[in-house]
Nanobody
Framework: QVQLVESGGGLAQPGGSLRLSCAASGSVFNFGAMGWYRQVPGKQRELVAR???????GYGDSVKGRFTITRDNAKHTVYLQMNSLKPEDTAVYYC????????WGQGTQVTVSS
């Protein structure tokens, strides 16, 4: 059974930081590549950061240089360190494998506002 539990969201000021965590069931984590996605109302979910099973990372242009994705294979956990936050980063953030599989978690809300 797929299980993805995201946490760590909240309210941050522009320029601030947040660290998101995603606890993934073994069946998802062992899939290989994992990613952080985000979605705002009325828009499609977008992939913002990805990490391979070996630790190679990739980022969307909008977050490159500000976000860092890491993973702890022993804990089946993926992290997203978000620095220099901007109001346009406001969204619900989700983690999933790449490619994504059915069974999305509840996500964690990130709101960037002064």
């Amino acid at each position: 059974q797929v299980q993805l539990v995201e946490s760590g969201g909240g309210l941050a000021q522009p320029g601030g930081s947040l660290r998101l965590s995603c606890a993934a069931s073994g069946s998802v984590f062992n899939f290989g590549a994992m990613g952080w996605y985000r979605q705002v109302p009325g828009k499609q979910r977008e992939l913002v950061a990805r990490i391979s099973s070996g630790g190679m990372t990739g980022y969307g242009d909008s977050v490159k240089g500000r976000f860092t994705i890491t993973r702890d294979n022993a804990k089946h956990t993926v992290y997203l360190q978000m620095n220099s936050l901007k109001p346009e980063d406001t969204a619900v953030y989700y983690c999933n494998s790449i490619p994504s599989i059915p069974g999305w978690g509840q996500g964690t809300q990130v709101t960037v506002s002064s």
